[in-house]
């Protein structure tokens, strides 16, 4: 389930980067960082007319899990099935320096929220894709090491793709737009015998 998973988070990616409407965004965005969590338990009990699912963790420990209506198709969740939280966040980096008016910070907000129905097992995932405006800080040219700031103070360092060409034209201080991509998404899957 983490490939297929991880395959639609990308998927979401790539379509964000190709359908991009914003002026200053640059044509080709490549991810440069990604972190993905992921968790689990195991479904012990459903009760899909109060909308009630208790989970069991790897340690036997119980936890009830109120869901909510707007999760199609919870009638088939059922007991030893697997529920799954993966979290996935990414940067990535267009070179092309931004509009000599564009401020430091955010400069747009995007969130997709798609939920199955239909499907064999319910699932919810939300995207909320942040475009903004960060001076590099440092950039190491033989390394392809780029330091940069983001609008929430943090520090974020990111090794550039060899395929991202024209590294050689930028340099500290220069503004770039970056796309920070934040990714949750929730599901059941039933285990393989």
Do not use: C, W
């Not at 195991?42 to 909308?51: N, P, Y």
């Not at 907000?109 to 319910?122: C, D, F, L």
């Not at 940069?148 to 090794?159: D, Y």
């Amino acid at each position: 389930m983490k490939k297929s998973l991880l395959a639609g988070l990308f998927a979401v990616v790539g379509i964000t980067f190709a359908a991009s409407t914003f002026a200053q965004m640059p044509a080709k965005m490549l991810p440069l960082a990604a972190d993905v969590i992921v968790l689990s338990a195991t479904v012990d009990s459903v009760d899909a007319k109060k909308r009630i699912v208790v989970l069991k963790d790897a340690n036997g420990n119980l936890a009830q899990m109120n869901v909510a209506k707007a999760v199609n198709d919870l009638d088939k969740v059922k007991k030893g099935d697997v529920f799954l939280v993966e979290h996935a966040q990414a940067i990535a980096v267009g070179l092309t320096v931004a509009p000599k008016d564009a401020k430091p910070g955010v400069s747009g907000v995007r969130s997709v929220t798609i939920a199955g129905k239909g499907s064999a097992k319910p699932f919810e995932e939300t995207t909320d894709t942040i475009y903004a405006t960060v001076k590099i800080g440092t950039i190491d040219q033989k390394t392809r090491i780029v330091t940069f700031t983001l609008p929430s103070g943090e520090k974020q360092k990111v090794k550039v793709d060899p395929a991202v060409l024209g590294l050689e034209k930028f340099k500290a201080g220069d503004d770039v737009i970056v796309e920070y991509v934040d990714d949750t998404a929730i599901g059941f899957v039933t285990p393989k015998k």
